[in-house]
């Protein structure tokens, strides 16, 4: 059975830095894109990052400043787990950030929920101003 589970997520000031992690669990992930999304209350889940498992290529959502390096994706193979870095934190960042597995498609990795079939329950973070 396959699991993910999200942790590290809390209350934090803006400016303030979170780490992310998601252990993973129950298959081969080697083949797989390992993806955070994020849903803030009323809106739509969005994409903010992936990695691919094997290679460790990543990718990052093409909005806001995450040129900037605000926030980065990473993962351990030996302890299975995949990391999301938020530095610099805003009041916007403010949601449920969620880990999510799915096959890899090719070149084409996949920015839409629907392209991925696994999901952890998600972690909350709360950026006060």
């Known amino acids: 059975q396959v699991q993910l589970v999200e942790s590290g997520g809390g209350l934090v000031q803006a400016g303030a830095s979170l780490r992310l992690s998601c252990a993973a669990s129950g298959r081969a992930f080697s083949s797989y894109v390992m993806g955070w999304f994020r849903q803030a209350p009323g809106k739509e889940r969005e994409f903010v990052a992936a990695i691919r498992w094997s290679g460790g290529r990543t990718y990052y959502a093409d909005y806001a400043d995450f040129g900037k390096g605000r926030f980065t994706i990473s993962r351990d193979n030996a302890k299975n787990a995949v990391y999301l870095q938020m530095n610099s934190l805003k009041p916007e960042d403010t949601a449920v950030y969620y880990c999510?597995?799915?096959?890899?498609?090719?070149?084409?990795?996949?920015?839409?929920?629907?392209?991925?079939?696994?999901w952890g329950q998600g972690t909350q973070v709360t950026v006060s101003s």
């Open positions: 999510a597995a799915g096959p890899s498609a090719g070149m084409i990795v996949a920015t839409r929920p629907e392209g991925y079939d696994y």
